[in-house]
């Protein structure tokens, strides 16, 4: 069994997933980490969605003693050229010795959304995984309304070598989230969970073993019900609330009395099962960030 350092004797969440590079932040970033930080976040993992932001989430990974993913969003493949999976591969190289480069991600499939290029978005995420392999790192993968094809694609690269990573936003059924964990993955949850309509997140979050849980924010979406303005309440000129990482242990406040336990040892739980799909998080608790400039 994999030990991990000292720090999971701390009090504090990892937020797996937040985009703190998206415009809705603006000038705010640094001010949002900080409270974030205050709120007993230690870390968070900011995912890249295309080549031109690889950049951006390395430089915040470093400035702010965070770590990032480098990958190609599925929603962002309609865009995207065939020479961008070569600049992800040859970032990757580059990056290799880098302790903030912990994931492949955000890559995966959408099928919500109407008008995408199933058959590109396809192609990509297929190449994609066969660099996380080519690179030997974990993968952050978005599922929405493809958990099936998501499964297939990892189960014809993996070729039964099992992944490290994390099924982002999971919102499929127990069955596929065994399928999931099958894999090697382990599950995203946050803010769904805080509705008490979302009953299949929520019964999820109950019985599925808690060292299959990560945390997650999806900052700025995906807002907890304390932040989520209704459609009436939109028309009505209220604008949507942007969601932070800084949300992520009064999610986890959510979730810890849901499962009946200690929100503090569910921080120590996440912690470590965040740590267990992104190995290079653990040193992380103890590299200073670095100056990008």
């Excluded at 702010?64 to 865009?79: K, M, N, S």
């Excluded at 997140?201 to 997650?216: K, N, T």
Aim: hydrophobic residues 45%; glycine residues 8%.
């Amino acid at each position: 069994m994999q030990t991990f350092g000292h720090h999971l004797k701390m009090t504090g969440f990892v937020d797996t997933h937040c985009h703190l590079d998206a415009a809705e932040f603006g000038m705010e970033t640094t001010a949002v980490r900080a409270r974030a930080a205050a709120n007993g976040v230690s870390l968070c993992v900011i995912p890249a969605v295309a080549v031109f932001n690889f950049a951006t989430v390395r430089e915040l990974a470093h400035a702010q003693g965070d770590a990032y993913a480098l990958g190609i969003h599925p929603l962002c493949t309609g865009d995207a050229q065939e020479d961008d999976l070569e600049k992800l591969d040859a970032e990757l190289a580059l990056r290799r010795d880098d302790p903030r480069l912990v994931a492949v991600g955000e890559i995966g499939l959408d099928y919500f959304v109407p008008g995408m290029d199933n058959a590109k978005q396809e192609c990509f995420f297929r190449a994609q995984l066969q660099l996380a392999r080519k690179h030997d790192l974990p993968v952050v993968i978005h599922v929405r309304r493809s958990v099936d094809k998501v499964l297939g694609q990892l189960r014809q690269v993996g070729a039964g070598r099992p992944w490290r990573g994390i099924a982002h936003a999971f919102n499929g059924s127990e069955q596929q989230a065994n399928a999931c964990i099958g894999q090697g993955l382990k599950l995203g949850f946050g803010g769904t969970l805080t509705f008490e309509r979302a009953l299949q997140v929520r019964r999820l979050a109950v019985s599925l073993p808690l060292e299959a849980i990560v945390m997650e924010t999806d900052s700025p979406d995906i807002q907890p019900h304390w932040l989520y303005q209704t459609k009436a309440q939109r028309d009505a000129g209220i604008p949507q609330a942007r969601n932070e990482p800084g949300e992520l242990p009064r999610i986890g406040e959510v979730l810890a009395g849901l499962r009946g336990i200690d929100v503090e040892a569910l921080a120590v739980a996440t912690t470590r099962n965040a740590i267990e799909a992104l190995p290079k998080l653990d040193s992380l608790f103890f590299v200073p960030r670095v100056s990008m400039e």
